[in-house]
């Protein structure tokens, strides 16, 4: 059973634009998702990218031209720019973490908490709002209460970041085979689709 590295940031629209297909995609290969959530931020400072302030104002226009694109190509409500964005991821991937480390489907969670910002403007960062992410997800918030510590689970998280800087990651989402063959963005799933159609 091949295992997809899934190096992502529930702040990313192209990580939630991707996320239903690649589990689809998963599923009908027989293929495992490994879910890593990784802090962008450092993984720029290393590799020479900026955060969408930074950024030129050519290439954010371009950003918001290609969103609109993939929003119509998916069907998707997605809000352009959403009220809560960037929202603080610290306590969704603590409650995504706890969801993995329990074994429960955290790659479903991470898509639902992703909806909240993306199609229900919510702040992902209030409880009550993760809290209904993980109804949708059919996530038992009581089954992950008592889990690692907040400091476990930070070391976690960088450690997931140093992972992705070692394994040369630079933009969210990643999906890397155990090859170390990578695909870079939502656009690329058909390619990971046909390598996992064909592992040779």
Same mark, same amino acid.
């Given at each position: 059973?091949?295992?997809?590295? *899934? *190096?992502?940031?529930?702040?990313?629209?192209?990580?939630? &634009?991707?996320?239903?297909? @690649?589990?689809?995609?998963? !599923?009908?290969? /027989?293929?495992? +998702?490994? +879910?890593?959530?990784?802090?962008? =931020? !450092?993984?720029?400072?290393?590799? /020479?990218?900026?955060? &969408?302030?930074?950024?030129?104002?050519?290439?954010?226009? *371009?950003?918001?031209?290609?969103?609109? %694109?993939? %929003?119509?190509?998916?069907?998707?409500? @997605?809000? &352009?720019?959403?009220?809560?964005?960037?929202?603080?991821?610290?306590? #969704?991937? $603590?409650? @995504?973490? $706890?969801?993995?480390? #329990?074994?429960?489907?955290?790659? %479903? &969670?991470?898509?639902? +908490?992703?909806?909240?910002?993306?199609?229900?403007?919510?702040?992902? !960062?209030?409880?009550?709002?993760?809290?209904?992410?993980?109804?949708? #997800? =059919?996530?038992?918030?009581?089954?992950?209460?008592?889990?690692?510590?907040?400091?476990?689970?930070?070391?976690?998280?960088?450690? *997931?970041?140093?992972?992705?800087?070692?394994?040369?990651?630079?933009?969210?989402?990643?999906?890397?085979?155990?090859? /170390?063959?990578?695909?870079? /963005?939502?656009?690329? @799933?058909?390619?990971?689709?046909?390598?996992?159609?064909?592992?040779?």
């Amino acid at each position: 059973m091949t295992t997809i590295d *899934y *190096y992502m940031s529930l702040n990313s629209p192209w990580t939630y &634009l991707g996320s239903r297909r @690649l589990r689809d995609m998963a !599923a009908k290969h /027989g293929a495992t +998702i490994d +879910i890593k959530p990784t802090k962008f =931020g !450092a993984v720029f400072e290393k590799t /020479g990218g900026l955060p &969408l302030a930074k950024r030129a104002p050519a290439r954010r226009d *371009y950003r918001m031209q290609e969103l609109k %694109r993939w %929003r119509a190509f998916h069907g998707r409500l @997605l809000t &352009l720019e959403p009220k809560f964005f960037p929202a603080d991821e610290g306590p #969704a991937v $603590r409650l @995504l973490l $706890r969801a993995k480390l #329990a074994g429960l489907d955290a790659v %479903r &969670l991470s898509t639902e +908490i992703s909806c909240a910002q993306w199609e229900l403007e919510q702040n992902f !960062a209030d409880p009550a709002v993760l809290a209904a992410a993980a109804a949708r #997800a =059919g996530i038992d918030m009581a089954k992950i209460d008592h889990g690692p510590s907040d400091g476990d689970l930070a070391a976690l998280h960088d450690g *997931y970041t140093s992972e992705a800087i070692a394994n040369g990651v630079f933009g969210a989402p990643t999906y890397r085979l155990p090859s /170390g063959e990578f695909f870079w /963005g939502q656009d690329r @799933l058909d390619f990971l689709e046909r390598a996992l159609a064909s592992p040779a």
